[in-house]
């Protein structure tokens, strides 16, 4: 069965999806973003029973909001999982740490709540890596 796989950044992590992807979106509420330290995170999800981690020993836990446990690496600190008693039979996956992704990004959510600082991504000019040469500018 094809599937994706994906680790946390120190590798303690490991996860495994099989089959398709649920979805996929960039969701921009405010516990998303602290939680990752991030300007917004893109997750996707697969139904528990295709999803699996390993090494979950190193895994810990939180609850981010009531009903929601997110976890992380204990190693590493990568925010791995997000558990939500609205949809029980789901996992939901940050796609960053996957290797890849099986469709395309199709929906901002919670845009209502999105950094004011994110405004005009769209026309900022790219550079390679950390540099100030110019890969493309819009
Ligand atoms: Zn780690
Ligand atoms: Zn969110």
Do not use: I, N
Request: hydrophobic share 35%; with cysteine.
């Amino acid at each position: 069965m094809s599937g994706l796989r994906g680790r946390c950044l120190c590798g303690a992590v490991r996860v495994v999806g099989e089959g398709p992807t649920l979805f996929a979106s960039h969701c921009h509420c405010e516990t998303c973003r602290r939680t990752h330290a991030a300007a917004f995170v893109t997750w996707t999800a697969w139904p528990v029973e295709r999803f699996r981690v390993e090494g979950e020993a190193a895994l810990r836990h939180h609850v981010s909001s009531p009903g929601v446990t997110r976890s992380f690496c204990g190693t590493c600190g990568t925010p791995m999982t997000f558990r939500g008693q609205d949809a029980p039979d789901r996992v939901y996956v940050p796609v960053a740490v996957l290797d890849g992704l099986d469709r395309p990004v199709d929906a901002h959510v919670s845009y209502e709540e999105h950094a004011a600082w994110l405004e005009g991504l769209e026309r900022l000019p790219c550079f390679a890596e950390k540099s100030e040469r110019p890969l493309r500018w819009k």
